[in-house]
């Protein structure tokens, strides 16, 4: 049988340490952080076409910035209050095509996403009090309707941690490392990734089985670290999405 091939593979020049789908556009961003010199760029890839459409746009604010959330073609960024703590401050966003700020606004800041929009509120003013915002100019279009601003789903499926004694039948080459594993079945298809140890290293697996039982995909994904990762994947519709070596992003169309 012929092997799958990616339908994306594409190498960013930093880590990448958040990616967000916007359900809408199908576009992929991606947040990559060069720790060593303090920067902060997006990325932003159509997971339909595999266009990338940018892949180092930054804001004024090069470090204390990251990924809030995306809507309909646009992403929003937010600046963080301290670099010593977790609390956001203000909203950027950002054309998910072109990479162009579209407004800025450094008194609200985000709640949630929902069918509608971004729900966001004043910081300055308490009692916080919610409003539904247009994401493509920043505007309040009315307070939040909870009735109709429902959360928006976002079709994103992660894989199951099992025991990997209660998968003895699959074909794997290699033995896992903990006797654990991720597992996801999707389109006749089971993914599976696990760690191995071997020489003292750490190594991360991905295998593709199809339904007759054949291995038709194998990526390496981590060659030599330290500990154990989360969920090396994620699949979105029928895109398996994953990262190599944390600065390349794959996805395969299952």
Not at 16 to 29: A, G, H, K, P, Y
Not at 138 to 162: C, E, F, K, S, Y
Not at 223 to 235: D, G, M, R, Y
Request: aromatic share 10%; with cysteine; hydrophobic share 40%.
């Amino acid at each position: 049988m012929t092997q799958m091939l990616p339908f994306i593979n594409q190498q960013f020049d930093w880590p990448i340490w958040r990616m967000e789908i916007d359900v809408i556009s199908s576009t992929l961003f991606v947040e990559l952080r060069n720790s060593e010199d303090k920067k902060v760029a997006f990325g932003a890839i159509n997971l339909l076409s595999g266009d990338v459409y940018f892949k180092d746009i930054t804001t004024p604010e090069r470090w204390l910035t990251g990924i809030e959330t995306a809507y309909d073609g646009t992403l929003l960024v937010h600046n963080y209050q301290s670099e010593k703590g977790p609390v956001h401050k203000g909203l950027i966003a950002i054309d998910g095509t072109s990479g162009e700020t579209l407004w800025s606004n450094y008194t609200l800041a985000f709640d949630h996403l929902c069918v509608n929009g971004p729900i966001v509120y004043n910081a300055q003013v308490q009692p916080s009090k919610l409003f539904l915002a247009d994401i493509k100019t920043g505007g309040l279009l009315r307070t939040h309707q909870p009735a109709i601003d429902t959360p928006l789903h976002n079709d994103i499926v992660v894989p199951q941690m099992l025991p990997a004694s209660l998968l003895k039948e699959l074909p794997l080459p290699a033995e896992p490392y903990l006797n654990s594993l991720h597992y996801l079945e999707h389109n006749s298809y089971r993914i599976v990734s696990l760690h191995t140890f071997f020489q003292e290293k750490i190594k991360q697996h991905l295998y593709i089985i199809d339904s007759e039982g054949v291995i038709v995909y194998h990526d390496l994904l981590n060659s030599n670290i330290q500990k154990l990762q989360p969920e090396a994947f994620v699949v979105h519709k029928n895109n398996l999405i994953y990262l190599k070596e944390r600065s390349a992003l794959i996805v395969l169309n299952l």
